[in-house]
């Protein structure tokens, strides 16, 4: 059985679709491109694919992630191209490894965001990102399924700051109107889950930061966290590091194996 990973992509308008519709249309897209999928047992076998911390509805992703187990061994590169080709644009699929590893699931300890505030000058943008670094805890709150839940929202922040509009990465969804203030925010995957939304209520609670429209929010990375630095690293680094070991040893194999040449 063959695993592969992939990195997939929500842009555009397709930023609004939920994640069981993304499943629907990736099932389908499976279908399309023939992949010999491996299935679970029981009475209503299904595809044997794992989603791993999928973005909230309406918010756009450079960096969502899924496995998949084969029952045949495919081309990681050509199998990359078929199914992107069976997705609708907006959802793409931009790169595919074989596993190589266990616990991906682990690898997602952080995520890099970008919140594209129209409306809000970037002075008192700063302002509020300050006050919200400045403390110690930001209580917010959210409605759950069991009703309203408080929690600290500034624990799981790693890095929060204003960056020039000209660098705006992903999230340029809203209207192209001035002011603007972009926001970078790295958090951490801690229970429960702080998202850009409570981050914005938390900017709001300690500096009365309220933008007129909704904000724009962009997943633009997804991965290991580098703690020296705060960035958040390419979890498919480790399947590549042993994918490319093996081919190390591979060749090392051939080469001892080969007959001694003589003169």
Not at 176 to 187: E, G, S, Y
Request: some cysteine; aromatic content about 4%; charged content about 25%.
């Amino acid at each position: 059985m063959q695993r592969i990973r992939m990195r997939y992509t929500k842009r555009g308008r397709l930023r609004f679709t939920s994640h069981r519709d993304f499943q629907r249309a990736f099932e389908r897209a499976l279908r399309r491109a023939g992949v010999p999928m491996a299935y679970s047992a029981g009475f209503t076998p299904h595809p044997k694919v794992s989603y791993a911390n999928a973005a909230p509805t309406g918010t756009a992703s450079e960096a969502e992630y899924l496995e998949i187990a084969l029952t045949e061994r495919r081309d990681v590169e050509e199998l990359r191209a078929r199914l992107d080709a069976s997705l609708p644009d907006g959802l793409d699929i931009v790169d595919m490894v074989e596993a190589r590893t266990t616990d991906f699931a682990e690898q997602l300890q952080a995520s890099q965001w970008e919140l594209r505030l129209d409306g809000v000058q970037p002075l008192d943008a700063d302002r509020a990102v300050a006050a919200f670094l400045a403390a110690e805890a930001v209580e917010v709150q959210r409605r759950t399924k069991k009703g309203l839940r408080a929690f600290d929202a500034r624990a799981a922040v790693v890095s929060l700051a204003t960056v020039p509009s000209g660098t705006a990465a992903g999230g340029s969804h809203g209207p192209d109107t001035q002011p603007c203030a972009i926001l970078r925010l790295v958090v951490r995957h801690l229970t429960p889950a702080v998202r850009p939304d409570d981050v914005l209520s938390g900017l709001r609670a300690k500096a009365d930061l309220a933008p007129p429209v909704p904000a724009a929010v962009t997943r633009l990375a997804q991965g290991p966290l580098d703690e020296e630095n705060g960035t958040v690293t390419d979890p498919f680094a480790p399947d590549r590091d042993a994918a490319e070991a093996a081919l190390t040893r591979a060749a090392g194999q051939q080469a001892a194996a080969a007959p001694g040449v003589t003169g």
